[in-house]
């Protein structure tokens, strides 16, 4: 059943659904031996328009929202999360910039974005400040039109192979939390380097680095959103990326029950197909029903935040403002509690289904000749990414006790 029936979003899984079974299929256990990026995948990602689905067609984009972006990470997600990254961390690095940017900032960026001519990242995370963000230690310190970086960052996804890095400093370290600034920085800045690449689990296919920050002057106009906004604009940022997290678990997901019943069709065993077993069959229905409700949430948060997300995004270019005042002006909801529980939900769905996938197929899943290994050892990131799943019950907690 397909729940959204607009062309365009047809259109978008069709697109998304050819790259990742004409690209992404051949490609995936090549470079996940290797665990090395593929830049063909990353190419073809941005031939078919991928990178501009989420932003408007005055930057080249698709205009069609968080939607469709979740809609093609799904279908990408179906076949490797790892080969469609780049374009999942190039919506989460490039939307502080969309969302809190001056609107010189977004024309000098957005289009770029868009077309994936330039990809970006995002890096919050440092050795010591993982799910406490308010923990970091990076530095940003004013010196004329310059800002000067000291630091560095940990487990930054698309790591080395991006080209824009949306960067969380401090800007006044006795504040705080109040203190944390959001920055842009180019790859090949003076004094921004790379440093240790992490050997992973999963997710291989994309690659996770640290960053290191000694002297680093990036120009203070590469600030976005204000001194001490920091922390503020990752809150909303993550309302916005993680149904993405979640589509990605869901596509995972999906694709590991597409793989498990196709060979158990086939698989005979007592001289009948593995499937007609009853006590198989009804574990693939209860795992189908519990992506099904996965998929569900996913979209019906974002087709519900599509409605101001692209009216926000309009009046912004309309009026010279930015996305978020536009957004402000609206009135709508908080959307953390529900993009929380889409990322906890789907990741825990995409994490069983995987491993019960695994159960079904018997030996072969067990083998590297089978997609299931890989499917169980990238499914655990979605659980880690964007916060633990730990945090995303922390956040619904809070939203509870501030509803109650
Ligand atoms: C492959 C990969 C890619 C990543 N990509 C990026 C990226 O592109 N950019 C970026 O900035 N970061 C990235 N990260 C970092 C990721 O966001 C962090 O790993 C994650 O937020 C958890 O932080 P941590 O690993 O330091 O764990 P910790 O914060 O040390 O947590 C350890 C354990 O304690 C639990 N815990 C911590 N605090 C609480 C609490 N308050 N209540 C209950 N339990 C708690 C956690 O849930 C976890 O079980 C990536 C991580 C990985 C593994």
Redesign the pocket.
Known sequence: MNYFTTEAEAKVIETARRVAQEVFKPLRAKYDDAEEYCPQATQAMAKAGIFGLWLPKEYGGAGLGITALSLAFEELSKVCIGLSLPAG?SA?GGMPMFFWGMPEQRAKWAPDLASGKKLW?????EAQA???ATAIKTTAKLDGDYYILNGS??????GGEADFYTVAVSTNPERGARGISLIVVEKGTPGFTFGKK?R?MG?RTNP?YDLIFRDCRVPAANLIGGEGKGLLIVQELFDYSRPGIAAQAIGLAQGALDETVKFLKIRRQFDQPVIAFQSIGHELADLTAQVEAGRALVYKITSEMDKNFIAASTAAIASNTTVHDELKKLKGPRWTKYSAAAKLFCSDTAMKVADRCINLCGGIAYTRDFPLEKYARDAK?TQ????????QK?EIMSALIKEG
Do not use: C, P, Q
């Open positions: 961390t989460l990242a995002f890096a919050l995370s993982g799910s406490d960052k940990h487990y930054i996804s698309t992490e992973k997710l996770t990131v880690i990414y964007e916060g633990t799943n730990h945090i922390n």
